[in-house]
């Protein structure tokens, strides 16, 4: 079975401008979460979708939106672009939204802003 | 607002030592406890989990078993290879994963 899949793989942004990154979970798995890790650190929560209605949000600006589709995929916005934007950021997928179901990550988006 | 404290690295171990990595979580609730790793290159990986008090997770010979009474979720492998070297990732999941700042674990051989 493929795994948790997100486009593009790379990405170069000016300041201001915006941004949409894209992910497919893994087959079955009604559960998505978004995650930002800069350089040196750990992954921060932005995110989670269930069932395509948002059930946390991390401490980010509403800058970031995001939104999950029927098909389970999602997508993350971000708007007016910053320099301390440029990081990787992760989808992870679960069966659920629940504390006991393990996430699966994806390979991620490198995000660069100019 | 739950918490993870990992040990600080960089570590650097010779093929076949012993690796403990020390984690140890504030939570409210009654969270599930990770550890993910981070191999050069690539993306996260789930290595091991435990969803309750006293659960040991193990994986590929790491082991770490959920200490409520300390709140410590430590890891732990008793020969380590070169293909061990990668970053470590203590996490906590009450609905989101909160993780530490990660150890990057360097085995020489």
């Known amino acids: 079975d493929a795994g948790v899949t997100q486009s593009p793989t790379h990405l170069i942004k000016t300041r201001g401008q915006h941004v949409t990154l894209r992910c497919s979970p893994i087959?079955?798995?009604?559960?998505v979460s978004w995650y930002q890790q800069v350089l040196g650190q750990g992954p921060q929560f932005i995110f989670q979708y269930y069932e395509k209605e948002e059930r946390g949000r991390g401490n980010f600006p509403d800058r970031f939106s995001a939104r999950q589709f029927p098909n389970y995929s999602s997508e993350l916005n971000v708007n007016a672009l910053l320099l301390g934007d440029s990081a990787l950021y992760l989808c992870?997928?679960?069966?659920?939204?629940?504390?006991?179901?393990?996430?699966?990550f994806g390979p991620g988006t490198r995000l660069t802003v100019t | 607002g739950d918490s993870v404290t990992q040990m600080e690295g960089p570590v650097t171990l010779s093929e076949e030592a012993f690796l403990t990595i020390n984690c140890t979580y504030t939570?409210?609730?009654?969270?599930?406890l990770f550890w993910y790793v981070q191999y050069p290159g690539e993306g996260l990986q789930l290595l091991l989990k435990?969803?309750?008090?006293?659960d040991k997770g193990s994986n590929k010979g790491f082991e770490a078993t959920y200490r409520k009474e300390t709140t410590s979720f430590h890891l732990e492998k008793g020969s380590v290879q070169v293909s061990d070297s990668a970053v470590y990732f203590c996490a906590l999941n009450d609905y989101k994963l909160s993780f530490g700042a990660g150890t990057t674990v360097t085995v020489r051989a």
């Open positions: 939570a409210t609730g009654y969270p599930s």
């Open positions: 435990a969803t309750k008090a006293d």
């Open positions: 087959s079955g798995h009604k559960s």
């Open positions: 992870a997928s679960s069966l659920a939204g629940t504390v006991a179901y393990e996430q699966y």
